[in-house]
């Protein structure tokens, strides 16, 4: 059980920086903004006052310490995500990771923002209420097909160091 978790920690945390290495080459090569931590930190802020859904959340006014809540919450839920394809899969899967359970466990890993985050940030289910839907939804599903790569690469990794 503690091996199940310290592997979920480390590929997870992997898994995550690499998908913000993405993140980066978007923003910085292709001029692609990425997304706002700061606001998803707000949002994450105010859910213990028993305020999950939000008109918009970009109007909520700020909460101290945001963009680090927004931060922490991004890399633990890329954890909970790790600790997630480890149950279903084993952890056998960090000895020999395979592509195609990380990848599916990516794609299906969109429908959290689609279905949670979105709405309770008041830009609808799936970004139905944004400027471009379409755009955000490839932007969103892009960047979780990038996160089941990098959850196959830190298993790779992983499975190479502590070999």
Excluded at 88 to 110: E, I, K, S, Y
């Amino acid at each position: 059980m503690l091996e199940g978790f310290i592997l979920a920690v480390l590929i997870g945390l992997t898994a995550t920086a690499l998908a913000d290495l993405w993140t980066l080459f978007q923003q910085r090569v292709l001029d692609i903004q990425g997304p706002n931590w700061a606001l998803v930190g707000r949002w994450v802020g105010y859910m213990p006052q028993g305020q999950f859904f939000h008109a918009s959340i970009a109007k909520a006014p700020a909460l101290p310490s945001e963009r680090v809540l927004g931060w922490a919450t991004h890399y633990l839920t890329g954890i909970v995500f790790a600790a997630v394809l480890l149950a279903l899969n084993g952890l056998d899967w960090v000895r020999q990771p395979v592509l195609l359970p990380a990848l599916a466990l990516g794609v299906a890993t969109v429908l959290a923002p689609f279905l949670i985050m979105q709405p309770g940030m008041g830009l609808g289910i799936a970004a139905s209420k944004t400027p471009n839907p379409p755009a955000a939804r490839v932007r969103s599903l892009v960047a979780h097909i990038v996160f089941g790569v990098a959850l196959y690469l830190a298993g790779l990794l992983w499975s190479a160091v502590l070999a």
